[in-house]
């Protein structure tokens, strides 16, 4: 896919890579060997037929191919965008040693994008169980559970705290990554399944408990949307932002619709982002988008950024800098942040994740001057509604602890995504989501 130019794309939030055209969906599609044991298919948490679905690419068949793939994935248009293929569906191509793996993700995000331009229609579901199951939470875990339930026959009502379905896929990854129109429609389809949505409904107090507790199942899907922070000295300084605070507000709050909208969102100038993940490129591009010169301040070394390879191509493209072995141990300021303190890294014996463990040198800090600083060092679930349900079970890191088929230690209570899992994908939310619905859907018909 082409990328629009990093000069043209830093000054506004429209889409970084365009999509296929038919000829090239044609073309890639021809490419797949079909394989009898497809491997791709093993590399999907969601485990859609990759091998059925580009045959029907490569024999013109658009409609069909997006119906094998909404038989298994109700969000293709966001999976095809954000997805980490690389190391999924595509890093299992058996093409990938040789020349290049066929690019999945993009064909995915061609039928996806061909279906809504075409007409859109959503799978057959079985006939009315009579079981009513509560979903809390509307992200990617929410949206699969409720589509897989619905498609099985059960009666869903999702309960979401937020004025807009979506979860992270709405609020937190960018417009210019992932158009907001686009989860829209893919919502549309999931609730033109039957299921019913209450928004501006938090579970634990607009809802409570033993109210969920009436309904045949309850599947918590809250996320995990807690921010953690550094704990240096200045976190309280004006203009000091966890990411996920600085991109809810910049989507929620039209800054991305700047300088045409007059957003009350703080803009920068020169920003520093602490972190080396997606959510941390994530927030570097839309600082730089706002207009400001933004530094990213990585502890271990470049090669050692989580972040997916191509995020981290697109920000240095658009002149985010990045400045590895480096960590901010205080944020300078009286009131509002004027500069962020940081020391310089050694890198150690490799620690448990196979990456060399950090270590600040004695004496070797330098101060970066910046008006603002934002904090993108990873996030837990929010506890508000786990702390109500009594007798559930946590793991250390705060995620609700469930067993391979996403029940939790209370009967009737299940739980998939990044509750359950910790921060981690979309699809890895969506694969878990969708064996636990399954599970659901076991325990309600053997009653
Ligand atoms: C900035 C950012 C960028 C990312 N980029 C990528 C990417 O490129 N690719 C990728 O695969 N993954 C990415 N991720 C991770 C991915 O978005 C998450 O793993 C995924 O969204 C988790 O899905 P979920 O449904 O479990 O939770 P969420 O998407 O967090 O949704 C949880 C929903 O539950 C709602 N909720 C919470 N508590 C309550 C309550 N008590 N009552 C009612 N509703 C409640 C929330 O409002 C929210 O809508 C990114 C994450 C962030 C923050």
Redesign the pocket.
């Known amino acids: 896919m082409e990328d629009r130019a990093a000069g043209q794309r830093v000054h506004d939030f429209f889409e970084v890579s365009s999509g296929l055209s038919p000829d090239e969906a044609l073309f890639e599609a021809e490419r797949c060997l079909q394989c009898k044991k497809p491997k791709c298919v093993n590399g999907c948490p969601v485990g859609i037929d990759i091998p059925s679905f580009i045959a029907e690419i490569a024999l013109g068949n658009f409609r069909k191919a997006a119906e094998i793939i909404k038989a298994d994935n109700m969000l293709p248009a966001i999976?095809g965008?954000?997805?980490?293929q690389e190391t999924q569906c595509e890093g299992q191509c058996v093409l990938s040693g040789k020349e290049k793996p066929i690019s999945i993700g993009s064909l995915e995000r061609f039928i996806a994008d061909w279906e809504r331009a075409h007409g859109t229609s959503v799978p057959d579901s079985q006939p009315p169980t009579g079981r009513h199951v509560a979903v809390?939470?509307?992200?990617?875990?929410?949206?699969?559970a409720a589509a897989e339930l619905s498609r099985l026959g059960h009666r869903v009502t999702l309960?979401?705290?937020?004025h807009e379905?979506?979860?992270?896929?709405?609020?937190?990854?960018?417009e210019f990554?992932?158009p907001k129109e686009i989860v829209r429609a893919e919502v549309e389809q999931v609730l033109a399944m039957g299921v019913e949505i209450r928004l501006n409904?938090?579970?634990?107090?607009?809802?409570t408990v033993p109210e969920l507790m009436k309904f045949d199942a309850v599947f918590l899907?809250?996320?995990?949307?807690l921010p953690n922070f550094m704990g240096i000295p200045g976190e309280q300084l004006n203009g000091v932002y966890s990411?996920?605070e600085f991109?809810t507000r910049v989507n929620f709050m039209h800054a991305d619709q700047f300088p045409g909208y007059d957003t009350p969102v703080k803009r920068g100038s020169r920003v520093v982002v602490a972190g080396g993940?997606?959510?941390a490129m994530?927030?570097a591009r839309v600082a730089r988008r706002l207009g400001a010169k933004v530094t990213l301040v990585y502890r271990r070394r470049e090669e050692d950024l989580p972040a997916?390879a191509n995020?981290v191509i697109h920000a240095r493209e658009e002149g985010v800098e990045i400045l590895s072995c480096a960590n901010p141990i205080r944020i300078v300021g009286d009131t509002g942040v004027t500069g962020v303190e940081c020391v310089r890294m050694e890198m150690c014996a490799l620690d448990e994740t196979g990456r060399p463990s950090a270590r600040p040198l004695d004496g070797m800090t330098f101060t970066i001057d910046a008006d603002m600083f934002i904090e993108?060092v990873g996030?837990g679930p929010?506890p508000?509604?786990i702390s109500e349900i009594k007798g559930i079970e946590r793991e250390k890191a705060g995620n609700v602890a469930v067993d391979a088929e996403g029940r939790t230690s209370v009967p009737r209570i299940f739980a998939?995504?990044?509750?359950?899992?910790g921060?981690?994908?979309?699809?890895?939310?969506?694969g878990?989501?969708k064996e636990a619905a399954r599970s659901i859907d076991r325990m309600l018909k053997e009653e």
């Open positions: 999976c965008r954000v997805c980490p809390i939470g509307s992200g990617p875990a929410g949206l699969t309960f979401e705290s937020l379905a979506g979860g992270v896929l709405m609020y937190g990854i960018p990554r992932l409904h938090l579970a634990g107090r607009s809802i899907a809250t996320g995990a949307g990411a996920n991109l993940g997606n959510v994530d927030a997916r995020e993108a996030q929010n508000l509604l998939a995504g990044d509750v359950a899992t921060a981690a994908t979309v699809i890895l939310a969506m878990t989501a």
